[in-house]
Nanobody
Framework: VQLVESGGGLVQAGGSLRLSCAAS????????MGWYRQAPGKQRDMVAL???????NYANSVKGRFSISRDNAENTVYLQMNNLKPEDTAVYYC?????????WGQGSQVTVSS
């Protein structure tokens, strides 16, 4: 299984971006898909998660601004990011995990200018 991300880029503060992550192959169910981010010199942190039945969890720093969704038929997960702030600047990684396996995307750079 490979996770392929798209949608990163450069945006001004207050703007929006949408990240997509498509999984090639079948990920066993139940599973959790989500997004993590890593800023320079910092650890990789959870941003948002969604289970295969649609339950979601967000980091406090993005609640009310980011929204995660998924299309199970297409094995795709999305992250809608609104009202972006400079502190959201990071490499964003897609993740999928089951009871026995974990997969990571290659990372997508998001840069928010002030």
């Amino acid at each position: 299984v490979q996770l392929v991300e798209s949608g990163g880029g450069l945006v001004q503060a207050g703007g929006s971006l949408r990240l997509s992550c498509a999984a090639s192959g079948t990920i066993a169910s139940p599973n959790v898909m989500g997004w993590y981010r890593q800023a320079p010199g910092k650890q990789r942190d959870m941003v948002a998660l969604i289970t295969s039945d649609g339950s979601t969890n967000y980091a406090n720093s993005v609640k009310g601004r980011f929204s995660i969704s998924r299309d199970n038929a297409e094995n795709t997960v999305y992250l809608q990011m609104n009202n972006l702030k400079p502190e959201d600047t990071a490499v964003y990684y897609c993740n999928a995990h089951t009871y026995s396996s974990q997969y990571w995307g290659q990372g997508s750079q998001v840069t928010v200018s002030s």
